[in-house]
């Protein structure tokens, strides 16, 4: 295994995909229709060709679901199918809606007019998603389109666990061993759906590598900037959630290092220099572009989507609704504790193995609570499946001190090699194997 481990790399990531073909559609959630018809106005669909693509795979995967539910209901499977009718009202519905607003001129922008200019904006300033979902809705149609940009969206995410976890020096085993973990835990699954999340932990999975590498002594910071750049266009407040976490995390490992009397390193100042500068850029183009602020984000979770009034006193209420949320969210997770046990062995595996890396490693996952706490809507999980890369790349280095000692070292391709001289970042891992 270890001779070739980019034909491993390259299994795992077939075979996630020969898998996701038991759901090729059913994955769509609201936002979905927003990105999908975007996509199709890039395109160059106009208007109504663009909302009816999108309404047409909206219902035909409604209805597939409610057939889906149908088959397995005990009390009503021997009825029949409700698909079709479910499918039909679905159209009828939303080709009503759209229609009316496209006869009442609501046609500027990008995005079919599901709802309110208002709360279409905020995905007018999310084009990256939607350039990504080009050519594939081009070349092969609507509903394969969106299933392979998502299968190549969350292989690619499992390629950059397998590479951050090489650049950090973990045996080949163990790296697999990650790319396996974000294939099986919700951050596949998540990957996989027509949404933004996917390619925002591809993203963030490569402002990680990056700071690996400048961490390991190689160059990196240009990477890191480029992918917060592109992560900027798939959604602004996670680009600078993710540049804030990573600085204060930064800040963290310089401290620390200053408190035990050695220099925080080029590394830190490099990575550092970056990501304040991208937090700091990130506020002022979203400023220069007039994008939508937070207090339009605020008054979108309590009035609906726009649809109420907006609210007088939205801070006191939105208050009041966190914690609300955190009590309840907490009650659930201690009451089913998987999750919670796998981010605190996830987090303690990567701040023992790799302790300046797993402080950015946490402060990336970090981004996922910003973002619940943001929105915070229980039945909303997904905004915080950042929180899953904690376990995904953590563990495996927990695995690394005992998979490495089985077999002697090697140079397989894809492997990244060690730097000279033993660094802060490398000397726990190297303590263990003798080194």
């Not at 666990?161 to 835990?185: C, D, I, N, S």
């Not at 700071?211 to 990196?220: H, K, N």
């Not at 953590?394 to 090699?417: K, M, N, S, Y």
């Amino acid at each position: 295994m270890r001779a070739r481990p980019a034909a491993w790399v390259l299994f795992l990531a077939a075979l996630f995909g020969c898998l996701q073909l038991a759901n090729v559609t059913g994955r769509d959630s609201p936002d979905s229709r927003n990105y999908l018809s975007y996509a199709l106005s890039l395109g160059g669909a106009d208007k109504e060709e663009a909302a009816g693509r999108s309404i047409a795979y909206l219902c035909a995967s409604r209805g597939e679901t409610a057939s889906r539910n149908h088959s397995v209901d005990v009390r009503r499977f021997r009825a029949p199918d409700p698909g079709p009718k479910v499918r039909a009202q679905c159209r009828g519905y939303y080709e009503w809606k759209v229609g009316r607003r496209l006869d009442a001129g609501q046609t500027s922008g990008w995005t079919a007019p599901f709802m309110s200019e208002r709360f279409m904006r905020i995905f007018e300033v999310r084009p990256g998603y939607p350039l990504l979902l080009v050519p594939f809705v081009t070349l092969l149609g609507v509903t394969w389109g969106l299933w392979a940009a998502g299968v190549c969206v969350a292989a690619a995410g499992g390629v950059l666990v397998f590479l951050v976890l090489r650049t950090l020096g973990a045996p080949v085993g163990a790296a697999l061993t990650g790319q396996a973990l974000y294939y099986v835990l919700p951050t596949g699954a998540t990957a996989m759906r027509p949404m933004a999340e996917g390619t925002m932990m591809a993203l963030t999975l490569a402002v990680l590598w990056g700071c690996a590498l400048v961490l390991r002594g190689r160059s990196g910071g240009a990477p890191v900037a480029v992918s917060l750049a592109l992560l900027f266009t798939v959604k602004h407040s996670q680009a600078l959630f993710l540049s804030v976490c990573l600085a204060g995390a930064l800040c963290l490992v310089g401290l620390h290092r200053r408190r035990a009397g050695r220099p925080a390193g080029d590394a830190v100042r490099t990575l550092l220099k970056v990501t304040l500068g991208t937090a700091v850029g990130t506020v002022l183009l979203a400023r220069l572009l007039r994008y939508p602020s937070e207090s339009d984000s605020l008054q979108d979770l309590l009035t609906d989507h726009f649809v109420r009034p907006d609210r007088e006193r939205p801070w006191r209420e939105f208050l009041r609704l966190e914690v609300n949320f955190w009590t309840e969210w907490l009650r659930r997770e201690l009451a089913e504790p998987l999750f919670l046990v796998l981010v605190a062995a996830g987090g303690w595996g990567a701040l023992r193995q790799r302790p300046a890396f797993g402080v950015l490693l946490l402060g990336a996952a970090g981004t996922g609570v910003l973002s619940i706490a943001a929105h915070p809507d229980i039945a909303i999980d997904r905004l915080m499946v950042m929180v899953w890369l904690v376990p995904v790349v953590g563990l495996p280095l927990l695995l690394a001190e005992h998979v490495g000692a089985r077999t002697p070292e090697r140079a397989p391709a894809l492997a990244l090699p060690a730097p000279t001289g033993g660094s802060a970042l490398e000397a726990p891992l190297l303590r263990r194997r003798g080194g």
